[in-house]
């Protein structure tokens, strides 16, 4: 009974998992999009998010769907991440004035 609960709690994980790689991915895409169209940022910029968006969400769905077997892709997700975050807090940062207004 307690293996069968431990079970149920490790699929439970699995999913979470899953799903918030997926939203997350989501999310990243659309703000790419949002870059692109919008012309205030460089559009690499943009194009780079949706595709490190869409690699969040082909990691979501396959730890959703095979579970934390191929953990390899989502820790290369994660790393594309946080290159992208790092780049857009570079870009952001060049981009500022420096005047101090909000």
């Known amino acids: 009974m307690a293996l069968s609960a431990a079970e149920g709690v490790r699929h439970i994980e699995q999913?979470?998992?899953?799903?918030?790689?997926?939203?997350?991915?989501?999310?990243?895409?659309?703000?790419?999009?949002?870059?692109i169209s919008s012309r205030v940022l460089a559009r690499w910029l943009g194009w780079a998010a949706v595709l490190v968006g869409a690699a969040l969400l082909v990691s979501?769905?396959?730890?959703?769907?095979?579970?934390?077997?191929?953990h390899v892709l989502g820790f290369w997700a994660g790393v594309l991440l946080l290159a992208w975050m790092l780049t857009a807090a570079v870009v952001l940062w060049r981009r500022s004035s420096g005047d101090g207004d909000p």
């Not at 799903?19 to 895409?29: E, H, M, P």
């Not at 979501?60 to 191929?70: P, T």
């Open 15 to 35: 999913g979470l998992s899953g799903l918030a790689a997926i939203n997350l991915g989501i999310t990243l895409a659309l703000c790419g999009g949002a870059i």
């Open 60 to 70: 979501g769905v396959s730890i959703y769907s095979l579970g934390f077997s191929q």
